[in-house]
């Protein structure tokens, strides 16, 4: 469990484990970067959040037990910082968030990611490059989760629907959902959504200070 | 009819597949994993354990399973078993290739051992074709229905390790169905859970 002390200051980021399988292997490499902490996500009522900016929960998470511990969730939030979830939401534990809407599927085509709007975490990223895997279209998002009044859209299916938001409204804080694979996982250089991941590192920083600005300017008046 | 119940981890996945109307009527009972190891098991004839569970959910239930195995009872479990916490199925990892219908002559490599087994009364190799994250190597005596090519089973059961009987399969339809992902792995538990609740195993 994470304990008060001045190693902290270093993990911006955490990862609330679900402790399955598939998540292991990326588990094993955020351990061994110094801006990371992961927690087993049941240990979340124990932990003291103070110097943590941004949580980050993937679509393997125990969604009763978030829903259970969900103003952990929001006083976080409330307090100026970053949640990031990557995944299908059934449970109503994220501020502002609805209900995962699966795709319906006639072809391919139907998979195809477009960018909405440019936006740092995706620059440079080509939307062929997160629509197919080896010449396979479906990884990426299968579906979407409808929006909270004044969400930014980041990338859409072919009809539009928006797989990836950015939500500063709901709370005090800033929630970024993406219906889909954990975006910190596109880290692999041998296509251009390999820059997902360290873009989104970079974009969480600069919006951790912009929400720090805004509530310093905020207290000033 | 067997009496099943299901295990569930609480996660989109599970709780799409679980909660499916033409799958929940197979199940006497949804087991919440976190609450497992307060509970007994001693009211159900088979225990469904999906991919993706919690690791040391699983380890701290492990009493209650041992107990449910040394009793006679049925454990039907899917995907990639990397703990020791069901008795003798040797878990290899095999990476996963999830391309191999586009290569030329394309091949799943996975064999039917066993095609007068009941099972295949309810599904057919097509519908257990997707693709696979490992094999076992079960104890001598198991009963292997699918295997691949290079050896290792995809599918086996084993009545002879524990008292009970162990169904395990590497295949982890549930997780798919429950993405939304890989359409044979519906027909999977179309006919899996039916097999499962009054087939012969």
């Not at chain 1, 490499?29 to 003291?48: A, F, S």
């Not at chain 1, 299916?157 to 709901?170: H, K, V």
């Not at chain 2, 004839?45 to 006679?72: C, E, K, M, T, W």
Request: glycine share 8%.
């Amino acid at each position: 469990m994470l304990k008060n002390d001045s190693r902290i200051e270093a993990a911006d980021f955490v990862f609330l484990d679900s402790g399955c399988y598939f998540s292991s292997q990326f588990v094993q490499k955020l351990r061994q970067q110094p801006d990371w902490k992961v927690w087993d996500m049941y240990g979340l009522p124990n932990c003291d959040l103070t110097p943590v900016h941004c949580l980050v929960i993937d679509g393997f998470a125990d969604q009763e037990f978030l829903y259970q511990e969900r103003a952990i969730i929001r006083r976080f939030l409330d307090d100026g910082k970053i949640v990031i979830f990557c995944g299908h939401l059934f449970r109503d534990w994220l501020p502002g968030a609805s209900a995962f809407v699966p795709k319906q599927v006639r072809s391919y085509h139907d998979y195809t990611v477009l960018i909405h709007q440019p936006h740092p975490i995706f620059a440079g990223v080509r939307p062929e490059d997160m629509t197919y895997r080896k010449g396979v279209a479906g990884f990426f998002a299968r579906g979407h989760h409808p929006l909270p009044p004044l969400a930014e859209v980041l990338l859409t299916l072919a009809d539009g629907e928006p797989i990836t938001y950015i939500d500063r409204f709901s709370t005090r804080g800033t929630i970024l959902v993406h219906a889909g694979n954990n975006l910190f996982g596109y880290d692999e250089p041998s296509d251009t959504s390999g820059r997902i991941a360290a873009q989104l590192k970079r974009w969480v920083r600069d919006e951790y200070g912009r929400i720090r600005e805004r509530r310093e300017m905020s207290c000033e008046k | 009819m067997r009496k099943i119940a299901a295990l569930y981890g609480g996660n989109a996945h599970q709780q799409r597949t679980l909660y499916e109307s033409k799958y929940r009527r197979f199940f006497a009972e949804v087991i919440y994993l976190p609450a497992l190891y307060r509970g007994s098991l001693d009211e159900f004839d088979v225990l469904l354990v999906p991919s993706q569970l919690h690791q040391g959910l699983l380890a701290r239930s492990q009493p209650q399973i041992r107990q449910f195995l040394n009793r006679g009872g049925i454990i039907a479990a899917f995907g990639a078993q990397p703990q020791p916490w069901l008795p003798g199925h040797n878990w290899e990892f095999r990476p996963t290739n999830f391309w191999w219908w586009l290569e030329p002559n394309a091949k799943s490599g996975l064999v039917l051992k066993r095609p007068e087994h009941d099972l295949f009364r309810y599904i057919t190799l097509e519908d257990a074709t997707w693709h696979y994250h490992g094999v076992f190597w079960p104890a001598a005596g198991a009963e292997i229905l699918i295997e691949v090519e290079d050896g290792g089973a995809i599918f086996y059961i084993d009545k002879l390790t524990t008292p009970g009987t162990l169904i395990l399969t590497t295949l982890d339809p549930e997780f798919h169905y429950g993405s939304y992902f890989m359409p044979a792995t519906e027909r999977f538990l179309d006919g899996f859970l039916p097999w499962l609740a009054e087939g012969q195993l």
